[in-house]
């Protein structure tokens, strides 16, 4: 058992933090946040000059051959500075998505442009119910034949050139964003994330737009869904992280009755909670990653990971708040843009409720 | 980043589980009362069975009758314990009391007391606390005077567990006045037989002992049964709190677990309202909440014993799973009691108990675990001054 980094682990941890501190800072990621398009391509080229945008992918597809857990470590240093932009939509979700289902022309044509920085593509699953079980999805469709439906909380739906369509039986369809009969509507968002409700009325679909072989799309999606939920996690694990050092240097600074408030043990013992709160869910999402990098069944550690966390992180936000005080309640604070991604990403991918039934289950409840 | 057993570990843990197989815990005698702590009643018949094992010495250099074990295999064989419930309350305190003995004591203590834990036959109490010193340990009062080749100790000791049925107290004096408040401290380790010892129990709320108070009377103990440098008690104290928080709670989360799976065979089989209790969606969901914070201690705990076995500091990370699991231990008997509902205060051995009554025991101990080897008070201000840097309130 080691819960060290490897060196190039650490490497990757140190570039990232490094090059986020500098090309990400506080108030880059909060314009963006309310920026319509919320999107910078320098940005996003420079990190595909990394190796990020295809960490996952093979070398022959220009990626860079990293593990789930080594994007899990990236994602983390991405939620420290609430990074906006397509991170997790693209680089994971899809291309786990490409990498599982893809046929061999799908992968060549789209991975390489994906590592590159230069095709976006994103992932339509949600539908009105609001959930993210793959079982639950009611959108159906004749190949060839013609789409109509709904897919809400569709992310960087604005930026994707492709979309991947998820369908009732489990099957993927990947569709060109600009095809007749698609629409993009954007949804207005507490946390700046770009979600939006995509709409197909009568889009044109035929046999070569399925992902793949339409057989193997269920196990695909899970796949990719496995991916998406541990990166949210990061991505909340890492905000929570940002939020305590944060409110441990309000805390060690801001003197109220002639002494820091961290001299106060309501603050001291609510400090305390937080540390508690970050590190089990960092040890809980490492715990999932490595073992889905493993490729060891996971299920369970991810769910568990994701309704921990998801809690946690949240009450971390929350009472950063409470310690902040008046200051947390700005907008140029970066507080609460940091909590805003933590609420978002608790309820992306599954709230803790739904991954709650699945630790029910596991813990034997029948 | 790596969280599987080795192979050796993996055997080992077969090992255990091969031998808790053929010792049922209900075939050994019980000598006192189970504090709910996850390590079982106290059992000197179980613990001479590990004893014969080699199990309680396996971590020592072999120079001390040990087997040079890697530290892992004592998380092993206290998870696989606590998941078999077995009765080794007092293995930990042993374990660490040996710690001691090799790394600074005496030749006598290394001859006499060593042999004896290696047995199972040596078990210990602390006399640490005094009725005006708790949380300030300092404020102790006890005092040890020198004479010749002998101590005399006399002061007063309170909340000693199982003292009354241990072999030695590990008593805690002041041996002389010093400027600094925290010098002039010295550990003895006094066999239960010296004369001028008063060990008198203390019920408990469970209607057991396991608690006693420790009257010393001018007990005369030979120089040589002093543990650690003279004077220099405090600070042995204080760095073995760590270690000392660590593997007191270590086997907490097998054991929560244990109980946990507990509740969900209960849920399972129980029916109320004329509904599965394991459909009701509030205890459903409690339950599955319950499983992914005892996952979350697990990896605290884990996290905390690579840096112990590596070396790494240690400034918080076993002060926080400490106050997790025994915040998180109240939790799981409160959920019990909230499941068990009218059956839940009915006492272990009462006509119609559930679960044996197990919960409401565990219900009722629990609530002395965020009190006892640091309150979750003064370790939330620890953790925050020593691990955090926040400003120490130098009137706390």
Same mark, same amino acid.
């Given at each position: ?96 998505? =490409?990498? *599982? &289902?893809?046929? @061999?022309?799908?992968?060549? !044509? ?5 590592? +590159?920085?230069? %095709? ?100 695909? =999606?899970? *796949? &990719?869904?496995? @991916?998406?939920?541990?990166? !949210? ?5 890492? +905000?929570?992280? %940002? ?118 289950? +596991?813990?034997?409840?029948? | ?396």
């Amino acid at each position: 058992m080691d819960f060290t980094l490897s060196p190039a682990q650490q490497l990757l941890v140190a570039t990232a933090r490094d090059f986020l501190g500098k090309h990400c800072p506080p108030d880059m990621a909060q314009r963006l946040a309310l920026d319509e398009r919320g999107f910078d391509g320098a940005l996003w080229r420079r990190m595909a000059e990394l190796g990020w945008l295809g960490l996952l992918g093979p070398a022959d597809l220009g990626g860079s051959e990293g593990s789930l857990l080594d994007v899990i470590l990236l994602v983390e240093e991405m939620g420290r500075v609430a990074l906006p932009g397509p991170f997790v939509t693209s680089a994971v979700v899809a291309t786990s998505l =490409l990498l *599982a &289902a893809g046929s @061999a022309e799908q992968r060549r !044509r789209l991975l390489p442009a994906l590592a +590159a920085g230069e %095709r976006i593509t994103t992932l339509a699953l949600v539908e009105e119910d609001g959930a993210a079980d793959p079982l639950a999805l009611g959108l159906r469709c004749q190949v060839d034949g013609h789409l109509t439906g709904t897919k809400l909380f569709v992310k960087d739906a604005h930026l994707a050139d492709d979309l991947i369509v998820a369908l009732g039986g489990g099957e993927l369809l990947l569709l060109p964003s600009d095809r007749p009969g698609v629409a993009r509507l954007p949804l207005e968002t507490l946390s700046g994330d770009k979600a939006f409700e995509v709409t197909f009325d009568g889009v044109e679909v035929r046999a070569a737009d399925w992902l793949g072989a339409p057989e193997r799309g269920a196990d695909a =999606l899970t *796949a &990719a869904l496995t @991916a998406g939920t541990l990166a !949210r996690t990061a991505e909340m694990v890492g +905000a929570a992280q %940002r939020v305590l050092d944060l409110a441990v240097e309000h805390a060690r600074t801001r003197v109220q009755g002639g002494r820091p408030i961290g001299g106060y043990q309501a603050i001291q013992h609510a400090c305390a909670d937080l540390v508690r709160d970050v590190d089990a869910s960092r040890g809980l999402l490492h715990l999932a990653a490595w073992k889905v990098s493993e490729g060891l069944e996971a299920s369970a550690d991810v769910a568990t990971a994701k309704a921990y966390a998801g809690e946690a992180c949240l009450t971390v936000a929350r009472r950063g708040h409470q310690i902040f005080g008046a200051i947390g309640y700005c907008e140029e604070h970066s507080l609460h843009l940091l909590h805003k991604r933590i609420q978002a990403a608790s309820v992306d991918f599954g709230d803790a409720a739904w991954h709650l039934e699945t630790v029910a289950k +596991a813990i034997g409840l029948r | 980043m790596e969280f599987g057993f080795t192979p050796d570990e993996q055997a080992f843990r077969d090992e255990v589980r091969r031998f808790t197989a053929e010792h049922p815990p209900a075939r050994f005698p019980l000598d006192g009362m189970d504090a709910g702590y996850g390590s079982g009643a106290h059992s000197r018949a179980y613990l001479n069975v590990l004893g014969a094992r080699g199990w309680l010495a396996m971590t020592w250099p072999r120079a001390f009758g040990g087997a040079e074990r890697p530290m892992f295999f004592k998380l092993v064989l206290l998870e696989e314990l606590a998941r078999a419930g077995a009765p080794f309350g007092p293995l930990v305190g042993c374990w660490q009391t040996a710690d001691a003995i090799i790394e600074y004591g005496s030749e006598r203590l290394r001859a006499e007391v060593l042999p004896a834990i290696a047995r199972g036959e040596a078990t210990f109490w602390q006399g640490y606390s005094e009725p005006g010193a708790g949380s300030d340990l300092l404020a102790l009062t006890t005092e040890a005077k020198r004479d010749g080749e002998h101590w005399i100790i006399r002061g007063h000791k309170i909340w000693s567990s199982h003292a009354g049925i241990a072999t030695h107290g590990l008593v805690f004096t002041r041996t002389s006045r010093q400027a600094r408040r925290s010098r002039g401290f010295s550990m003895f380790v006094v066999p239960n037989t010296t004369p001028g010892l008063d060990i008198r129990p203390i019920r408990s709320l469970t209607g057991e002992v396991y608690h006693y108070e420790v009257f010393l009377d001018e007990v005369r103990v030979p120089a040589d049964l002093m543990l650690g440098p003279e004077g220099e008690g405090f600070q042995a104290l204080l760095n073995g709190l760590d270690s000392d928080r660590f593997w007191g709670r270590y086997y907490k989360a097998p054991a929560l677990e244990r109980v946990l799976g507990q509740l969900v065979d209960y849920a399972n089989t129980t029916t109320v309202n004329g509904a599965p209790l394991a459909r009701d969606p509030v205890a459903r969901r409690r339950l599955a909440s319950l499983a992914t914070e005892i996952a979350a201690l697990r990896a605290l705990f884990y996290r905390a014993a690579c840096r112990l076995r590596d070396g790494a500091p240690i400034t918080y990370e076993t002060a926080v799973a400490k106050v997790m699991a025994d915040e998180l231990g109240q939790k799981l008997a409160r959920l019990g009691m909230d499941l068990l509902g009218p059956w839940g205060p009915l006492r272990a051995g009462s006509r119609r108990a559930r679960l044996d009554g197990r919960i409401a025991h565990e219900y009722l101990t629990s609530l002395g675990h965020t009190i006892a080897g640091g309150t979750a008070e003064i370790l939330r201000t620890t953790i925050a001054v020593r691990g955090l840097g926040l400003p120490a309130d130098k009137r706390s």
